[in-house]
């Protein structure tokens, strides 16, 4: 035998003995989004937004090679179950991320607490998701959190006569609840709750209603994806020159279509987390190279809370020296700060929910595009809902 292929056997022979042991160094983070269907855009964001983390970061920490499967669950609940066993079971899956709508994340929470295995909720946003397993934390946001700032400011902006338009399900019925229960709390009237449905809504019969209510402002909240066809549908009823203010979550002046909504959205007051024209370094590196990466696409706020579900995720393995166990995982996230593209950050060590500020923006052409422009900030909210009952 030459001493060449003596070498090779050797090295094959150490390769084989060493196969197993570099699985452990692998750690599988399991993104369940919609990738197709209604919620499509969700599932692009999110998995642009986690990408850009591990192209910016390495694929490795504490000594673990990360691994991100995408998978696509169409926004179907008992699929987005069967893929979370499916990860777990066998691509051996150590933290799950993603869940575009409440159904999805509340699916999985049984999965994720028998598993013991880190759910990580980067986009769905109903209020009590976090109580459904001891394993969920949340990087995205809760509705009372953006909603009831809402109320706040149309309180001090002498807004007294408000219809409220939701989407009818979990985070539509919070918004809905804590934007009206803060503004009646303060004086404020509701003068009509209009819900609209969260499968393919037409919204023209809503919209005449609010027509015939005639009141000051329009509170609006529909999830990320539906907001370029109610804007759209909202300036053809004439319903942007009647005089009815629109005001709403940032979910409706969504980043990932708002420079296709025209100029209809101008002027449109909103609370939220996030805004690709906040104005911070750490947020111009984040847009720069997440337009670069992306053929120009904008970021929005689910892209930021899946880069920041991974931020989380290192941070957490960083604390653990590599350890996997659920249980640590979740005690290394609790607590846990850092700084954000939206601005400062921290997990509620009680809640497992994001702790951050909302800003009040208004929509303004930047450079001949429409932005989200931040004119104030409530610093660190917490979700109030939860702090209700603390
Ligand atoms: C949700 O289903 O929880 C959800 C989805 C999209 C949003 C907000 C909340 O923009």
């Known amino acids: 035998m030459t001493s060449n292929r003596r070498i090779s056997i050797l090295a094959a022979a150490a390769a084989l003995v060493a196969g197993p042991a570099l699985a452990d160094d692998v750690v599988t983070v399991g993104l369940i989004v919609p990738m197709t269907g209604q919620q499509a855009t969700t599932g692009k964001q999110e998995q642009a937004g986690a990408n850009l983390y591990i ?3 390495g694929d490795t920490v504490a000594g673990k090679k990360i691994v991100l499967e995408v998978k696509d669950d169409a926004g179907a609940p008992d699929v987005t179950k069967r893929l979370a066993q499916d990860l777990i079971a ?3 899956a150590k933290a799950l991320m993603g869940f575009g709508l409440t159904p999805l994340a509340l699916a ?10 880190p759910e990580i909720v980067t986009a769905a946003a109903t209020a009590m998701i976090t109580e459904k397993s001891p394993y969920i934390v949340r990087t995205s946001f809760t509705l009372p959190q953006a909603a009831a700032p809402m109320a706040q400011w149309c309180l ?3 807004i007294h006569k408000v219809v409220t338009l939701v989407a009818d399900y979990g985070p539509g019925n919070d918004a809905e609840k ?8 303060g004086g404020g009237q509701i003068v009509e709750k209009i819900r609209t449905p969260l499968k393919a809504p037409d919204f023209a019969p809503f919209l005449q209603r609010v027509k015939d209510d005639a009141p000051e402002a329009l509170f609006v909240f529909l999830p990320s994806g539906q907001g370029a066809a109610f804007m759209k549908e909202f300036a053809e009823r004439g319903l942007d020159k009647s005089g009815v203010r629109l005001i709403a979550t940032g979910d409706v002046t969504d980043d990932d279509q708002l420079a296709d909504m025209g100029d209809a959205a101008l002027g449109v007051v909103t609370t939220h987390h996030y805004s690709a024209a906040h104005d911070s370094p750490e947020n111009k590196a984040f847009v720069a190279a997440f337009e670069k990466a992306n053929a120009g696409m904008r970021p929005n706020f689910m892209a930021v809370a899946a880069y920041d579900g991974m931020a989380l995720l290192y941070q957490a393995l ?7 166990d659920g249980d640590a995982l979740i005690a290394a996230m609790k607590g846990m700060s850092w700084t954000s593209p939206r601005g400062p950050v921290s997990i509620d060590p009680d809640t497992r929910d994001i702790v951050q500020n909302i800003y009040v923006r208004k929509v303004e052409k930047v450079d001949g595009a429409l932005y989200n422009v931040e004119f104030d900030a409530i610093p660190a909210v917490k979700d109030p809902y939860k702090a209700a009952k603390q």
């Open 90 to 92: 066998n691509d051996n």
């Open 108 to 117: 999985v929470a049984p999965v994720a607490t028998e598993a013991k295995v």
């Open 318 to 324: 960083d604390k653990t020296k590599g350890a996997t």
């Open 178 to 185: 804590w934007f009206g229960d803060v503004f009646e709390k």
């Open 55 to 57: 192209q910016l970061h």
């Open 156 to 158: 001090k902006n002498a």
